[in-house]
DNA sequence: ATCAATAGTTCCGAATTTCCGAACTATGGA
DNA sequence: TCCATAGTTCGGAAATTCGGAACTATTGAT
């Protein structure tokens, strides 16, 4: 298995951010990472209520997030700790994220983002 | 030639935001649509500097651009007017558009915005 | 009215990208 | 060592994107 690349602060671009976020169910899976108190492994992430996710998918899913910058994943025995990256995000994009989700959330047909 | 489409404002959805402005030749006409004080004329936004974008991809960039609901367009005469509805657009997603193209702003190798 | 020029759209095939099942890899127990 | 668990990689079918060539709409000239 190759080392997960995750891209220097600077490195990051707001294309790579835009198009990750592009795909309601990366966004869905962010914002459950972004609002998770513990977990955050994959498999924790993989069901978004309607609909299960293909592990393959999802695996898909969390590079995409992990090479635009979103967020930071390691592995902790055998399982994936992942982790949003938004402080640092802010820092260089600022407003972005936010922005981005606020902008999903006033979407009509997502009750609760607990 | 099929009537233009653009979305009503209730029906515009963030995804297709995010996905229009993951693409930098987009951003970039949509920069300068935002910031030109008259024209918009598709021939007129082709020129981005480093390449002439093909007619073809061009007229589909501006119909991911309106069918997402980020410019409006019509015709007059022999051309076309494009303008932004990012004033319509930021009531709906508060700060989306600016904090996009601030993002977008930060990044070396883009000197100027004329 | 017809013709030519201009501005942009549509068509369609090649190249690229996405999706996901199946096979594989890594780690931690029993 | 062998098994179970969590996730990654492979590979090919399906969907998308890109752009040249042909087409359409409008204006102006003859």
């Known amino acids: 298995m190759r080392p997960l690349f ?53 695996s898909n899913h969390f590079k995409v ?10 592995r902790q025995g055998v399982e994936m700790r992942n982790q949003t990256r938004c402080t640092e995000l802010d820092e260089r994009f600022p407003g972005l994220i936010k922005a981005i989700l606020t902008a999903y959330g006033q979407l009509p047909g997502q009750p609760k983002t607990d």
Request: glycine fraction near 8%; include cysteine; charged fraction near 25%.
């Open 6 to 58: 995750h891209p220097a602060l600077e490195d990051i671009k707001p294309e790579a951010i835009l198009y990750a976020l592009s795909d309601p169910e990366r966004v869905a899976i962010y914002a459950k990472l972004a609002g998770a108190s513990g977990s955050g492994t994959c498999s924790a992430l993989a069901d978004l209520g309607d609909r299960v996710i293909p592990k393959s998918s999802l």
């Open 65 to 74: 997030l992990r090479e635009s910058g979103l967020i930071m994943s390691e």
